[in-house]
Nanobody, 118 residues
Framework: QLQFVESGGGLVQPGGSLRLSCAAS????????IGWFRQAPGKEREGVSC????????YYADSVKGRFTISRDNAKNTVYLQMNSLKPEDTAVYYC???????????WGQGAQVTVSS
């Protein structure tokens, strides 16, 4: 059974940092493109970042570019999202997802809450 375990969410002050982890079980992450998404209360889910399986290319939403970094550790079967200079508008539930490319995702994690507040 394909599963993700997300961790690393929490409460942080504006300007702070968090690192989200997405650990896979039941499949090998390096065969998949991995994306991070977020959904804030009352808002639609939005794509945050993606890392491809083919060449490791990375993509970021304009709202997080320069602040967030996506990476993968194939040995640990884990993908990370390093989030720096966090803003209150980054508050959301963050989800990781796997797919054949960054254009579509088939498997989703359970979500991790990130709250940025003073």
């Amino acid at each position: 059974q394909l599963q993700f375990v997300e961790s690393g969410g929490g409460l942080v002050q504006p300007g702070g940092s968090l690192r989200l982890s997405c650990a896979a079980s039941g499949f090998t992450l390096d065969y998949y493109a991995i994306g991070w998404f977020r959904q804030a209360p009352g808002k639609e889910r939005e794509g945050v970042s993606c890392i491809s399986s083919s060449d490791g290319s990375t993509y970021y939403a304009d709202s997080v570019k320069g602040r967030f970094t996506i990476s993968r550790d194939n040995a640990k079967n884990t993908v990370y999202l390093q989030m720096n200079s966090l803003k209150p508008e980054d508050t959301a539930v963050y989800y990781c997802a796997a797919g054949s490319s960054c254009l579509g995702f088939d498997y989703w994690g359970q979500g991790a809450q990130v709250t940025v507040s003073s």
